[in-house]
């Protein structure tokens, strides 16, 4: 009974004196020199990442190395379930390449946008990720002064063909028109349609290495 009695009141001293049960202390964060050490949160590879675009782009307005805002729109949690990043967080862009299309030259235009970085807590940390396909639209310039130009010298060339061909001013009219006609279809194949994105437009990133955020 005596013997029992000791070993309980042992084992008692021993729990207080180590801070807690061995369960308890591994629920604790690491302890270096007395003061507390959170855990580095981090995302592994292969995390998708939800967002919205926040800056409108347009080949028209836009160009080449010219960054875009996209946000965060819903929590990214790591494997053990801390949000990493948290709703609302700034994802940058950098535009690498925005052309816009036409009939003559890459009718669909061209959109390519790196992933550079992600602001959390207000510290940015660099991105290494893939972007799915970024949704758009094309939107036509109508005639612009270019294809104006076009019209014109198609004109031009028709009327002096009138003027050789006919010998009187009904060819030159005849032949102006018809040039008209070359002139505006040389336009309209030509005629610019750009890449437009729009503000709110969703976008998915893929994280190809891992992201490791500093401890809170």
Do not use: F, W
């Not at 369960?23 to 990442?49: H, Y």
């Amino acid at each position: 009974m005596s013997r029992s009695l000791n070993t309980g009141l042992l084992t008692l001293v021993l729990t207080a004196c180590t801070g807690g049960t061995p369960n308890e202390r591994a629920a604790e964060p690491a302890k270096s020199g007395g003061k507390t050490v959170a855990a580095a949160r981090s995302l592994a590879s292969g995390t998708r990442i939800e967002a919205s675009i926040s800056d409108a782009l347009s080949s028209r307005t836009n160009k080449p190395g010219e960054t875009v805002r996209a946000s965060v729109t819903r929590d990214v949690a790591g494997d053990r379930g801390p949000v990493v990043i948290p709703a609302g967080s700034i994802v940058t862009l950098t535009i690498d390449k925005l052309e816009p299309g036409s009939d003559q030259v890459r009718p669909e235009g061209r959109l390519q946008l790196i992933v550079s970085s992600v602001t959390v807590g207000g510290e940015s940390y660099p991105l290494s990720a893939s972007l799915d396909a970024v949704p758009h639209q094309l939107v036509g310039r109508g005639i612009t002064t270019d294809e104006a130009a076009r019209v014109a010298a198609g004109t031009a060339i028709g009327a002096v063909a009138g003027q050789v061909i006919g010998k009187n001013t009904k060819s030159t009219v005849i032949g102006g028109a018809v040039g008209a006609v070359a002139g505006g279809a040389v336009a309209a194949r030509y005629a610019y349609r750009d890449v437009v994105v729009a503000a709110g437009t969703p976008i998915v990133l893929t994280l190809m290495q891992p992201l490791k955020l500093a401890a809170k």
